[in-house]
């Protein structure tokens, strides 16, 4: 069997959905804080630097070449880089704990356009990677507090900042840039995926609450048609789960009243119609012939047997039996012994592994249906049962079967495929038509198809309800 990543229920659907709307949009939120912080530092730390390297540059300026040369020199002593980017100033701080994510940003052209602004159009600034560290230059730390916490998440970057006076005299500034990279507190993290649980439970506690009034309605629904009287639904969860709930007992209700009504009309016309023929039967055995009272009584037979067998069929499920366990191959038993005791041939293979949990008698009457049709049409009867996760009983024949076009309107009622009216030759056309009521009642099929070898096989398949 195939594995589905992709969950197959509403319920799984629903959550699988929901969690990944929420992951992208945590996603997407974290990378929109992450471009907005390296943007501030960057900037932050741009300003700063240029801020300082103006003033100080300003402040050289009015001197000598010679007091210039001395105050560069002594601004160089005064800050010297240490492993790490810290400098002596201050010591190095201890760090909080940051998360980079790999989001490149300009540096060179934001510090070089920001000091031009600030000198004017009399100073040339040039922004380049340090070539060799070896050389002096007038050291500016990393600018702010949480710039210097970045700085010991990883290698920095120094880069030489040559400013030119207006008589061509330069000075070089040298600036320590934090690693590259979005800087993102660990903790933020944790309170990301804190709220990303919040949300994956409060999303499976909203699917279940659609999902179960759901699910009631599949069951009740599947067993309309199975049970006599199904119970009504709660009517609970969103207001269109309401309006379901409330439309299907509804329409429960309907089916029933007019179940109802069409039963009580069959089973009077049923009493109505025995009368007359009990009449009509005693004054045939009293008025005719001993040869026009057989053949008159065999038609009141078949007629006594179709007003039967019509009500067996419209009344449905309503017949009060009550659905239990029972023991199939005792069933099957039984049924075979009933029509070898009238010399018809039946044979059974096979054998169900456990009790079927449905109603006896109603299977019993559709599996006599069709080993009668069998032994009618076919000479003969070979049940042959299997079972799994359903249960299948076929009932095999060895007569000349049906045509293809015919398989399945032989199940409509009064159907039959010999135009006589004979019943031992066409029976009342009822038999197959209940025999499938009685299969869709309990959830399963009934099947006709033509065997190869020759003969009509009905297949009956019934879920086994774990």
């Known amino acids: 069997m195939p594995l589905r990543l992709w969950p197959q229920s509403l319920f799984g659907r629903l959550i699988a959905v929901s969690v990944i709307a929420v992951l992208l949009a945590q996603a997407v939120g974290l990378l929109l804080i992450a471009r907005e912080r390296e943007r501030f530092v960057t900037l932050g730390s741009v300003r700063e630097w240029s801020r300082r390297i103006s003033e100080t540059v300003l402040m050289l300026q009015p001197m000598s070449p010679a007091e210039r040369e001395a105050a560069v020199v002594a601004l160089e002593a005064r800050q010297i880089p240490v492993p790490g980017g810290h400098h002596m100033r201050g ?10 994510l790999p989001l490149p940003s300009d540096f060179e052209r934001p510090l070089r356009e920001q000091l031009s602004a600030l000198l004017g159009p009399g100073y040339g600034v040039e922004v380049a990677p340090t070539a060799d560290p070896m050389l002096p230059a007038i050291a500016l730390g990393v600018p702010f507090f949480e710039a210097r916490e970045l700085a010991a998440l990883g290698d920095q970057q120094h880069y030489d900042v040559m400013v030119s006076f207006p008589d061509g005299d330069p000075v070089r500034f040298r600036v320590t840039r934090p690693p590259q990279g979005a800087p993102l507190p660990r903790n933020l ?12 439970l409060a999303l499976y506690l909203a699917a279940r609450n659609i999902t179960r009034p759901l699910s009631e309605l599949a069951r009740a629904a599947d067993s309309v048609g199975r049970d006599a009287r199904p119970r009504q639904l709660r ?3 969103a207001r269109e789960l309401r309006d379901a709930a409330r439309a299907f007992n509804t329409m429960q209700d309907r089916l029933h009243r007019y179940l109802d009504s069409r039963t009580r009309v069959l089973a009077a016309m049923s009493h109505d119609l025995k009368t007359p023929l009990t009449r009509l039967r005693l004054q045939v055995e009293t008025l005719l012939e001993p040869d026009l009272q057989a053949r008159i009584g065999r038609e009141l037979d078949e007629m006594e047997s179709m007003v039967r067998e019509s009500l067996a069929l419209f009344r449905g499920l309503d017949d009060g039996e009550t659905a239990l366990p029972f023991d199939v191959n005792a069933l099957l038993a039984t049924l075979r012994e009933e029509f070898t005791g009238m010399g018809a041939a039946v044979t059974v293979s096979g054998a169900a592994r456990e009790p079927f ?3 006896p008698q109603a299977l019993k009457r559709c599996l006599t249906n069709l080993v009668a049709n069998a032994v009618t049409f076919g000479g003969q009867a070979d049940i042959a049962v299997s079972d799994g996760a359903e249960l299948r009983i076929a009932v095999r024949d060895h007569g000349p079967g049906i045509p293809e076009a015919e398989l399945e309107r032989v199940f409509e009622p009064f159907y039959r495929l010999e135009s006589s009216r004979n019943r031992d030759s066409g029976g009342t056309g009822l038999g197959l038509s209940i025999a499938r009521d009685v299969a869709q009642a309990h959830g399963g099929s009934l ?20």
Not at 91 to 100: A, I, K, Q, T
Not at 189 to 200: E, G, K, P
Not at 447 to 466: C, D, I, Q, S
């Open 91 to 100: 010591g190095p701080l201890p760090e909080r704990g940051f998360v980079r």
């Open 189 to 200: 993290f944790a309170n990301l995926s804190l709220l990303v649980l919040l949300l994956v």
């Open 235 to 237: 009517e609970r969860g």
């Open 357 to 359: 949990a449905g109603k």
């Open 447 to 466: 099947t006709l198809h033509n065997v190869p070898a020759g003969g009509l096989e009905a297949l009956l398949t019934l879920p086994r309800r774990r």
